[in-house]
């Protein structure tokens, strides 16, 4: 699992690794929507957006993708499941495609708010890319 969460008080970790910096960018948005939706397999691929972000450190694009994405979920009750994501220096073109929740089909476990710089480490090692943050509930 590309994934694994982490337990602290009263918000929601994430330790996420992938092999690729746009890779780790992936894993992590998908690691959102998995912990937050309890059958993900079941989100459709029915409609896509387009992403374009550019921020001053990749901390900073890092944590402006991820509340992106749940500026979507938050705003237009979009699920997403497939992201393609490109990364060049701190710039970020993506493209995140779900469908607008359907509390019939989809359900919801955990909420999360927003993607935070509390406890926020991305590194690289010769295993690949690594991501450790933590987000409101």
Known sequence: MPYETLDHTADYGFLVHSETLEGLFRESAEALFREMVANFDDVRVRRCIEITLEE??????????????????????????????????????????????????????IGIKSATYHELEIWRDERGWHAKFICDV
């Open 56 to 109: 001053e450190t990749l901390e900073d694009l890092f944590v402006s993708w991820l509340n992106e994405l749940l500026f979507h979920f938050e705003a237009h009750k979009m699920l997403f499941r497939k992201f393609e994501v490109k990364i060049r220096g701190t710039s970020l073109n993506a493209t995140a495609c779900g469908e607008e929740m359907d509390r019939s089909r989809h359900e919801m476990v």
